[in-house]
Antibody
Framework: QEKLVQSGAEVRKPGTSVKISCQAS????????IHWVRQGPGQGLEWMGW????????NLAQNFQGRVTMTRATSVDTAYMELNTLASDDSAVYYC??????????????WGRGTLVTVS | SSVLTQPPSVAVAPGQTARITCDGN??????VHWYQQKPGQAPVLVVY???DRPSGIPERFSGSNSRNTATLAISRVEAGDEADYYC???????????FGGGTKLTVL
């Protein structure tokens, strides 16, 4: 069964950093990009960026450039997302999702259960 | 980059058809994907590539896309369909995803 298992909830103080993990299982990790999406309390979905687990290449949304680092460890089929200089409005649920690419278009066929990050 | 506009809310009686729209400039030239999100849960893909359904998604869920509006239709609506629904496109030039603001479906 294909799935993405995310790390547990985190509490951080403003100005610090958080690193979230997303472990894939049930498929070949390097075949599909991992995307990160966040959702603030009562808010919609906000796309953050992706990492290619095969090459380590990343592509970040402009809002997160300079503040987010995406990495992976192929030995343990895990992607990571680190967000620096946290502020209160970074409090959100952070999801990883598997990106399926079809003729240049990408959709997310399954998601991790989310990691709640609270900045306070 | 694309801007996708969804109505904040849609309400429908059980057994009726709910239609949720996603407006975007020339969205008909892109593939649109739809997700269902219930409270406290991760999003679930319900329609991809405008009108295809993943396995396990009921035939009651269908999608269409033309010109400046994509539509998710849910026929014979049930109480269990109550959720937030998001449309999504992918900008292949920037390699970025874009989500609509979401629509809360209420089953009366």
């Amino acid at each position: 069964q294909e799935k993405l298992v995310q790390s547990g909830a985190e509490v951080r103080k403003p100005g610090t950093s958080v690193k979230i993990s997303c472990q894939a299982s049930g498929y070949t990790f390097t075949t599909y990009y991992i995307h990160w999406v966040r959702q603030g309390p009562g808010q919609g979905l906000e796309w953050m960026g992706w990492i290619d687990p095969s090459s380590g290449d990343t592509n970040l949304a402009q809002n997160f450039q300079g503040r987010v680092t995406m990495t992976r460890a192929t030995s343990v089929d895990t992607a990571y997302m680190e967000l620096n200089t946290l502020a209160s409005d970074d409090s959100a649920v952070y999801y990883c999702a598997r990106g399926r690419r079809n003729w240049g278009q990408v959709y997310y066929d399954f998601w991790g259960r989310g990691t709640l990050v609270t900045v306070s | 980059s694309s801007v996708l506009t969804q109505p904040p809310s849609v309400a429908v009686a059980p057994g009726q058809t709910a239609r949720i729209t996603c407006d975007g400039n020339n969205i008909g030239s892109q593939s649109v994907h739809w997700y269902q999100q219930k409270p406290g849960q991760a999003p679930v893909l319900v329609v991809y590539d405008d009108s295809d359904r993943p396995s396990g998604i009921p035939e009651r869920f269908s999608g269409s896309n033309s010109r400046n509006t994509a539509t998710l239709a849910i026929s014979r609506v049930e109480a269990g369909d109550e959720a937030d629904y998001y449309c999504q496109v992918y900008d292949s030039s920037s390699d970025h995803a874009v989500f609509g603001g979401g629509t809360k479906l209420t089953v009366l």
